[in-house]
């Protein structure tokens, strides 16, 4: 039994098909998805059927909300703002549909998943620092965690206090953990990392030796680029793919 934790898809196909690919390869058996199916990228209808076949459980990103709400915040960049419209004239009703009913938090054992924050899902906050960490484990009971929303992989462990972590091979075990820790991980992106690596980002988690761990995965980069421009999307949203940024 293994985990494979991935979000931020941004309607990025060619990086969806290869992380699914590694989690195929990494003896994945139950993928869990944090959200943002649609914006930015150029199919954001065929990686929300991709996913809806997966039937695993998925929760709601922000852009996944705003598609089928037919808004767009003042904070949003003008190629964000685009990229939403263009995802809302690709999807059919059963599609705004599926992003609708999605939930904002999913909780099973010892995981729990939200795309932004536990203390407020719903105001699409940021955790990037000890402070934020700090304050959504205080709504956190399950010793796991996994987010998305940053677009930047990070790690941080509660204990007495909560201290940022390592994100590489983390050992979660309860048994060898004090009373009362916990875990909290950012996954990173599928379709727009935002940490200077190109490569789409998702997690591993592995129950039995409880593990977490981060992966790293090329894809065919250009072509995802290239069917950007192709839909009349800005370049910005296309160049960026190259620079993980």
């Known amino acids: 039994m293994k985990y494979g934790i991935f979000g931020d898809i941004h309607g990025n196909l060619e990086a969806l098909e290869a992380v699914l690919a590694d989690m195929e390869e990494q003896g994945v058996t139950h993928p869990l998805c944090l959200g943002d199916l649609v914006g930015y990228g150029a199919n954001p209808a065929e990686c929300l059927e991709v996913v809806r076949a ?49 939930p904002m938090i999913w909780t099973e054992g010892p995981l729990t998943l939200v795309h932004a924050t536990l203390d407020g899902p719903e105001s699409w906050g940021y955790i990037s620092t000890r402070l934020e960490a700090q304050t959504s484990f205080f709504y956190q009971k399950s010793l796991l965690s996994f987010v ?62 409880y593990w977490v761990d981060l992966r790293r995965v090329g894809y065919p980069v250009e072509k995802a680029s290239a069917k950007i421009l192709k839909a009349g999307l800005p370049e910005s949203l296309s160049k960026r793919l190259f620079k993980g940024e």
């Open 54 to 102: 997966m039937g695993c459980p998925v929760v709601r990103g922000n852009h996944d909300d705003l598609v089928p709400s037919g808004k767009a915040p003042h904070a949003f960049s003008e190629a964000a703002k685009q990229a939403l419209e263009y995802s809302r004239r690709q999807l059919n009703p059963g599609q705004l549909n599926y992003l609708r009913r999605l």
């Open 148 to 209: 998305g929303h940053t677009h930047r992989p990070c790690a941080f462990a509660q204990e007495n206090e909560v201290r940022p972590l390592e994100f590489r091979r983390v050992d979660v075990h309860p048994d060898r953990s004090k009373a009362g820790r916990k875990f909290l991980f950012n996954v990173g992106s599928v379709g727009q990392p935002r940490d200077g690596d190109w490569r789409a980002a998702y997690a591993l988690f592995c129950p039995e030796e």
